[in-house]
Nanobody
Framework: QVQLVESGGGSVQAGGSLRLSCTGS????????MGWYRQPPGGPRELVAR???????DYADSVKGRFIIARPSAPNTVYLQMNFLTVDDTAVYYC?????????WGKGTLVTVSS
């Protein structure tokens, strides 16, 4: 089975930066499609960014130019570098991976941005 563990959440002032990390483990290939969703307080879960096995990326319009998703030199690990944060970025951020045509999810990490 696939296990995903996120880290890096916390509190930051508007205009600041934060980096989230997610690592997948289990009986899975070394590289999987991975990405991040977020769920703001009282709102729906939404896609933030994703990265394919060949390194191509997609971003939500609300984070383009501010967030970067990337893979370090580690198996099934993905970063989300978040810059120029605003209060609207406050949410629980969830890592996901696609394996065997199914989505697997981490438990989430809270990001709180204050003005």
């Amino acid at each position: 089975q696939v296990q995903l563990v996120e880290s890096g959440g916390g509190s930051v002032q508007a205009g600041g930066s934060l980096r989230l990390s997610c690592t997948g483990s289990g009986s899975i290939p070394s590289i999987l499609p991975m990405g991040w969703y977020r769920q703001p307080p009282g709102g729906p879960r939404e896609l933030v960014a994703r990265i394919s096995t060949d390194g191509s990326t997609d971003y939500a319009d609300s984070v383009k130019g501010r967030f970067i998703i990337a893979r370090p030199s580690a198996p099934n690990t993905v970063y989300l570098q978040m810059n120029f944060l605003t209060v609207d970025d406050t949410a629980v951020y969830y890592c996901y991976a696609l394996a065997w045509n199914r989505d697997f999810w981490g438990k989430g990490t809270l990001v709180t941005v204050s003005s």
